[in-house]
């Protein structure tokens, strides 16, 4: 952190960043692959109507690993390395008391939100026993969402990474051992996650909570403070609402698809959002990368660095969005081959709903950034704004275009409401540099 060159700081921080999301997103990709290939359609779409529910948890781990995460580095920026320390401290309770809550909502609750979808037969069959594995597993993952962003703000993004990295190729190899090889279908998938996600978790751990660690942890410190937990919960809501919005709009997604389509509709919207969690995580990576960096300038009240470091992600986040946008677009059979197979059914309706719905799957990637940013300088309730807003715009649009474009109205909900979105979003951006600016004149 005591770089002064901004370029390689914010790389020290975002290339790790950037990897570990890269392994995620492509381990997603190939368990994607596994299930389409040797589960077929009713597998896929089984994935796809039980991930509103697993979404959830990752709405709770992620809200606590970057609300705690920020708040850590903004108390280090600001010299208050004893309040740091409390913060982390909150983290074991944080990740238990919504565990319960979810265990029992997963298990008790999983198999009529399925049907509520609209599922039936082998794709309901296949989302119950994916979800009954991880209603078991809950505390292990909330733990394996949030340590790695936690070490981030600890110096260690390399190390994060790596952990990471090894979680991710745990999880290749355990479900081509469970999918392929025992024939244990979704099961398989969510033992092979839970496992692999689990070893990540066990690693960081180690050191958030070891003498490497520059925040020093004492007793004191995991005492229960309402008020540093509300910081923390305030903090991360966006990444909350985020997810939540996520979960709430795959379940409208499969409602409508299953009404005005099938489990190939179903399926190949699965294979849509693979291809978009892989750029969502790209830019992700480079969001969390900046974060630790920004939210330290903007503690030592150094605007300036703070505003070049958001200029760096944004370029590489938005263009590399552009060239993978392309890349979908010219060669949209190459990507439907890996996930359909021999399945012709399959790679035709893959094909169209890349060509529909994901033309500009870039702006993603701003709003991702553009989100990062206001939580890293402590304005967290921006980012819920613009979470709201977009789960505001999608909806109707989800629900009015089928009455007058069929099933192609579905598809193209997506990019049309991320057009609209746009708008405002750039707007409330541009206002908080130029709020920065005025800081920067008065100073």
């Not at 997603?28 to 994935?47: E, H, P, T």
């Not at 597993?137 to 993004?157: D, E, F």
């Not at 590399?320 to 996930?339: K, M, R």
């Not at 109707?396 to 193209?412: E, M, S, T």
Request: aromatic share 12%.
């Amino acid at each position: 952190m005591q770089d002064k060159r901004i370029g390689a700081l914010f790389a020290r921080y975002a290339i790790p960043a950037l990897i570990a999301m890269l392994v995620s997103g492509t381990y997603q990709i190939i368990a994607g692959i596994f299930v389409g290939r040797y589960i077929g359609s009713d597998g896929l779409a089984a994935i796809n109507l039980a991930w509103p529910l697993v979404g959830v948890m990752l709405a709770v781990g992620l809200m606590i690993g970057i609300g705690i995460g920020s708040h850590v580095s903004l108390s280090r920026g600001a010299g208050e390395r004893d309040k740091a320390s409390a913060y982390i401290g909150q983290l074991p309770l944080l990740v238990m008391l919504p565990s319960l809550l979810l265990s029992a909502i997963l298990y008790f609750a999983g198999y009529q939100i399925l049907e509520f979808q609209g599922a039936t037969g082998k794709a309901l069959e296949y989302g119950y026993d994916f979800l009954k594995v991880i209603a078991f597993s809950t505390p292990l993952v909330l733990g394996s969402i949030a340590a790695p962003y936690l070490m981030r703000n600890l110096n260690a993004p390399r190390l994060a990474t790596t952990f990471m990295v090894i979680g991710a190729l745990m999880n290749i190899a355990l479900d081509y051992v469970f999918i392929v090889h025992f024939r244990m279908e979704l099961v398989g998938a969510a033992l092979a996650t839970v496992i692999a996600e689990s070893t990540a978790m066990v690693l960081a751990l180690f050191y958030i909570f070891s003498k490497r660690s520059p925040v020093r942890l004492r007793r004191q410190h995991f005492k229960f403070r309402s008020d540093l937990s509300w910081n923390i919960c305030k903090n991360g809501s966006s990444s909350l609402f985020m997810y939540l919005y996520l979960g709430a709009t795959i379940i409208a997604y499969n409602f409508m698809f299953l009404r005005y389509g099938g489990p190939i509709e179903v399926a190949a919207y699965a294979v849509t959002g693979y291809l978009l969690t892989f750029y969502y995580l790209l830019s992700e990576g480079l969001a969390h990368g900046m974060q630790p960096i920004v939210s330290r300038f903007y503690g030592e009240k150094n605007i300036v660095a703070a505003k070049q470091v958001l200029k760096l992600a944004m370029s590489f986040s938005v263009g590399g969005g552009v060239i993978f946008t392309a890349a979908l677009l010219l060669f949209p059979s190459l990507f439907a081959g890996f996930f359909a197979g021999d399945n012709e059914s399959l790679r035709q309706a893959i094909v169209h709903a890349i060509r529909i719905s994901l033309f500009v799957l870039f702006i993603q990637g701003f709003f991702v950034v553009a989100e990062a940013f206001f939580q890293s300088i402590g304005e967290g309730h921006k980012a819920l704004i613009i979470t709201i807003c977009n789960m505001v715009i999608q909806l109707p649009f989800l629900f009015i275009l089928p009455h007058y474009l069929d099933i192609n109205g579905i598809w193209l909900a997506m990019p049309i409401s991320a057009i609209v979105l746009m708008i405002p979003v750039v707007f409330l951006l541009m206002k908080q540099i130029r709020m920065l600016n005025q800081q920067i004149a008065a100073a």
